[in-house]
T-cell receptor
Framework: GAVVSQHPSRVICKSGTSVKIECRSL??????MFWYRQFPKQSLMLMAT?????????EQGVEKDKFLINHASLTLSTLTVTSAHPEDSSFYIC????????????FGDGTRLSIL | AQSVTQLDSQVPVFEEAPVELRCNYS??????LFWYVQYPNQGLQLLLK??????LVKGINGFEAEFNKSQTSFHLRKPSVHISDTAEYFC???????????FGAGTRLFVKA
């Protein structure tokens, strides 16, 4: 079945550091990928839609300059948390689906980001 | 726009008892419906999905769900739960373009021995 790989699985870094998270579709091409954020004991909140070859579409309230998204190829999207602060600590999950209208999203295993 | 409401934040149940996790949705267009399970510190695993056809959908691990269009519900059921079913369960909806997926707040299923 379709596999989405997310890397790294865990990051611990100092405040002010920029952190890049990768999301790869391993056995299919994805023109669209999604980035979610999940706080402890809460649901997944959609942050942005990553579009291959064009700008990402951000949900209301998500800072574009804070969360930089690049979707340079049909199998890779990256999320960069710029100048991270403790309040950015969260679980970040990406998803993608083969380009067919009735395919559900396949999710990566998530990245646990901890900013000290 | 779509939205999803999971009516119970926590559901405690004894092992081998039946369980139902409730989910209601709202949408002005046709939708696809999903249930996902999340174990601690892990990503999401698809339990089952409703795209079209039979309103009773069977998934993995003995779970099933029934799509009720008139009540805009998609409740998840299992006739006999196991300790290993303890996890967070998310109901989700997307439009029939199948892209953006909106999640409910989640229901914590806690199975007691």
């Amino acid at each position: 079945g379709a596999v989405v790989s997310q890397h790294p699985s865990r990051v611990i870094c100092k405040s002010g550091t920029s952190v890049k998270i990768e999301c790869r579709s391993l056995d299919f091409q994805a023109t669209t990928m999604f980035w979610y954020r999940q706080f402890p004991k809460q649901s997944l909140m959609l942050m942005a839609t990553s579009n291959e070859g064009s700008k990402a579409t951000y949900e209301q309230g998500v800072e574009k300059d804070k969360f930089l998204i690049n979707h340079a190829s049909l199998t890779l999207s990256t999320l960069t948390v710029t100048s991270a602060h403790p309040e950015d600590s969260s679980f970040y999950i990406c998803s993608a689906s083969p380009h067919a209208s009735n395919q559900p999203q396949h999710f990566g295993d998530g990245t646990r980001l901890s900013i000290l | 726009a779509q939205s999803v409401t999971q009516l119970d934040s926590q559901v405690p149940v004894f092992e081998e008892a039946p369980v139902e996790l409730r989910c209601n949705y709202s949408s002005s267009v046709s939708v696809y419906l999903f249930w996902y399970v999340q174990y601690p510190n892990q990503g999401l695993q698809l339990l089952l999905k409703y795209l079209s056809g039979s309103t009773l959908v069977k998934g993995i691990n003995g779970f099933e769900a029934e799509f009720n269009k008139s009540q805009t519900s998609f409740h998840l059921r299992k006739p006999s739960v196991h300790i290993s079913d303890t996890a967070e369960y998310f109901c989700a909806v997307s439009d029939t373009g199948g892209f953006k997926t909106i999640f409910g707040a989640g229901t914590r299923l806690f199975v007691k021995a």
